[in-house]
């Protein structure tokens, strides 16, 4: 951000720093809406919210009290520091400063360090209060979950699916909010959760990379897409095609290695994929079926041939496949014919022989009427490898995670973080960032506001406090037209 800092003396009364700053925002800020006592009738860009930094730590390295006493006490944007150490064991992410269960305050608190727990603290206020202000759920993320292959391991799809299973209905997801979040009052009773933290994590939320993209449909409107990582890791998606045209991706995972892969899928969900070696022209198969989740239950891979560029079909009622691939010496096709054996998760193959056929195309599938079509390229911000899909209703979608939390923009982030993000953040200490972020419509947090002279015109919309309940913080947010 190129904003000048502003010029402002310290004060060593809190009230006077909080008149002073009201009386400047009524003359001084640009065209926003800044009401002496704010109503629903507020932009949500616009208020100004009680929040605290580091929730979870209550009276640890601070005074905020527990997580029920904070929302009682009108804070509506609560922090959760998480890590997926355990995951596979907790089937839960766990919460902490520097590690699970650092400076964490159990009194008036869960008694686990399990962000379940805590998440449902959060609802279950929320659900006995179902008139406050929009509540801000923002996750810390201190470790990388793009290096967590599966569901099962703690992936960003669990982390959507802990999020929808305890806010439920109230919970307004980032998917449904074409742009600006409206007002307060339109917003009241429902929750908003928030990524901040690992920028891997975050910028692997907004899109996914990879290379040799291929993808199937079926008449149940499933889909399947798999890719190469460019470095032999293989990749899958799965979705569902909707009414509108546009594919909801469900599960993502690692589950093999190689490069340039293709997959079948017949009506029942079952499917066939074949790859080659990332180090030899061997040519490998999978059998996998989807669940009722999205997940892929995988065979192991089995090999079946030598080449390069496999490609395959079903071609007869979901038990037949037809795999074209390349001689990689002379460039000659050709096929195999397979027949599936789906409770054995096996592929019985025959008639192996040259084809002048040439080989499907990988990248796009059908369904009756129904396409699919996969492909790279740039996107926005998004870089050349960026995974992308069409269909006949629509022309080009990134192939990524449901967006159901809000991705937070911070000084030094990828350009694909700032595309579009409506909450931006930086420490308290940093004015201009602050400023000029505001002035740009954007929703601010300023993390450790931990004494009235870090105040700004226009002000941090959560400035966000160790000490939520000391008469400076109090008097500048009562003064600042604070929301609840």
Do not use: C
């Amino acid at each position: 951000m190129t904003a000048p800092r502003l010029t402002r003396g310290r004060r060593s009364s809190a009230a006077a720093v909080a008149l002073a700053i009201a009386g400047a925002v009524a003359l001084t800020a640009p065209a926003m809406s800044f009401a002496a006592t704010p109503g629903d009738g507020l932009p949500f860009a616009s208020a100004v919210l009680r929040a605290t930094h580091n929730s979870y730590s209550g009276n640890v390295g601070g005074s905020r009290g527990s997580i029920t006493a904070q929302l009682d006490g009108g804070v509506r944007f609560v922090e959760f520091d998480v890590h997926d150490n355990g995951y596979a064991a907790n089937h839960d992410y766990s919460i902490g400063h520097n590690s699970p269960g650092d400076s964490v305050d159990h009194t008036g608190n869960p008694a686990s360090n399990l962000l379940r727990d805590w998440l449902q603290t959060v609802s279950a206020w929320s659900a006995a209060h179902p008139a406050h202000a929009p509540l801000v759920v923002m996750l810390d993320l201190k470790d990388d979950l793009t290096d967590n292959p599966s569901f099962a391991a703690g992936n960003l799809s669990a982390l959507n699916q802990e999020l929808r299973d305890v806010f439920g209905s109230r919970l307004l997801m980032a998917k449904d909010v074409p742009g600006a979040l409206g007002t307060i009052g339109s917003l009241r009773g429902r929750v908003l959760t928030l990524l901040s933290g690992d920028a891997g994590s975050r910028t692997e939320y907004r899109r996914d990379v990879g290379f040799h993209p291929a993808v199937a449909i079926n008449a149940r409107g499933q889909v399947v897409e798999v890719h190469d990582s460019g470095s032999g890791a293989l990749w899958y998606w799965t979705g569902t095609y909707g009414a509108d045209g546009r594919i909801t991706w469900l599960r993502h995972g690692r589950y093999d290695a190689g490069t340039t892969p293709a997959v079948a899928l017949n009506d029942n969900g079952q499917l066939v994929e074949v790859h080659k070696s990332q180090t030899a022209d061997t040519l490998w198969y999978h059998v996998g079926t989807i669940g009722t989740d999205g997940d892929i239950t995988w065979s192991p891979s089995r090999q079946y041939d030598t080449g390069v560029q496999p490609t395959i079909r079903f071609t007869n009622g979901g038990t037949t496949v037809r795999e074209v691939h390349r001689s990689p010496s002379s460039g000659q096709n050709w096929n195999w014919i397979g027949t599936l054996d789906a409770g054995a998760m096996t592929v019985a193959w025959s008639g192996n022989g040259k084809t002048s056929d040439a080989l499907f195309d990988p990248a796009t599938a059908t369904a009756g009427s129904t396409r699919v079509s996969v492909r790279t390229g740039a996107d926005g911000a998004a870089p050349a490898q960026t995974l992308l899909y069409s269909t006949g209703l629509v022309p080009s979608e990134r192939i990524r995670y449901v967006q159901t939390a809000f991705d937070e923009f911070q000084a030094g982030d990828a350009a694909v973080l700032q595309e579009g993000a409506l909450f931006y953040a930086s420490s308290a200490t940093d004015s201009a960032f602050i400023t000029a972020a505001r002035r740009g419509g954007h929703i601010v947090r300023g993390w450790d506001f931990d004494s009235a002279s870090y105040a700004t015109n226009p002000p941090a919309n959560y400035p966000a406090t160790n000490h939520p309940s000391d008469g400076w913080y109090t008097t500048l947010l009562t003064q600042s037209g604070a929301v609840s």
